[in-house]
């Protein structure tokens, strides 16, 4: 069965620091994507980035970056020198095996950044 | 930009009530979901539609319906809504040629 595993239910940290968001998955699939949502405090989940599992290549916008590694079935996410705008839940999310088109979330993580 | 609308940002009702829960989209995508989200459980999926007039049950399908007359509207209903339907009710789309879904601004549905 798939599932997706964020570990770290809160994180706080204070702004100009860098975090990590870790997220662990499982899946017998061998093509599958994985993805990240922001949710802010409006409710509304905002798509951030979609990786397909051939594509191992790290990727970088702006102060966020990923990193995917197939060998520990992990996509972290890390956003350098916070700021308090990045106050949010971030999801972790899956895609069902054979490309359908249901996604398997993560539970989230509740990531504080303070002044 | 894909726009998805929620019909209410908040609702409230009473027990035994039929509650209609309306989600459109200006995208003109194929697939269409609704989600509830409660804390500590995450997104869970209640129905998804590949089309209009498909649907298919998700993970938490009891106690809901859905109704998808029209490629952009897709509804969700509780035919008789209990205490423990009280939730952050999310929908979203998705273009049959990506796998991102993009999601409205939710619906967050109390019922007394």
């Known amino acids: 069965a798939q599932k997706v595993t964020q570990a770290q239910t809160e994180i706080s940290v204070v702004e100009k620091e860098d975090v990590t968001l870790d997220c662990v998955y499982e899946?017998?699939?061998?093509?599958?994507?994985l993805f990240w949502y922001k949710q802010p405090p409006s409710g509304e989940l905002v798509f951030l980035i979609r990786?397909?599992?051939?594509?191992?290549q790290n990727e970088i916008s702006g102060r966020y970056s990923w990193n995917f590694q197939k060998s520990t079935s992990s996509f972290n996410f890390t956003i350098t020198a916070s700021q308090v705008v990045d106050s949010a839940v971030y999801f972790c999310a899956l895609s069902d095996p054979g490309g359908s088109e249901k996604l398997v979330f993560g539970k989230g993580t509740k990531l504080t950044v303070n002044p | 930009d894909v726009k998805v609308t929620q019909s209410s940002r908040y609702l409230v009702k009473r027990t035994g009530e039929k509650v209609f829960l309306e989600c459109v989209q200006d995208?003109?995508?194929?697939?269409m979901f609704w989600y509830r989200q409660d804390p500590g459980l995450g997104l869970r999926l209640i129905y998804f539609s590949y089309d209009v007039k498909m649907k298919e049950k998700g993970d938490i399908p009891e106690g809901y319906s859905v109704s998808r007359e029209k490629k952009e509207r897709f509804s969700l209903i509780l035919e008789s809504a209990s205490t423990n339907q009280t939730s952050m009710y999310l929908c979203?789309?998705?273009?049959?040629?990506?796998?991102?879904?993009?999601f409205g601004p939710g619906t967050r549905l109390t019922v007394l």
């Open positions: 979203a789309s998705r273009d049959s040629s990506y796998n991102e879904q993009f």
């Open positions: 899946t017998r699939d061998t093509t599958y994507y």
């Open positions: 995208m003109d995508h194929e697939n």
């Open positions: 990786r397909n599992s051939f594509d191992e």
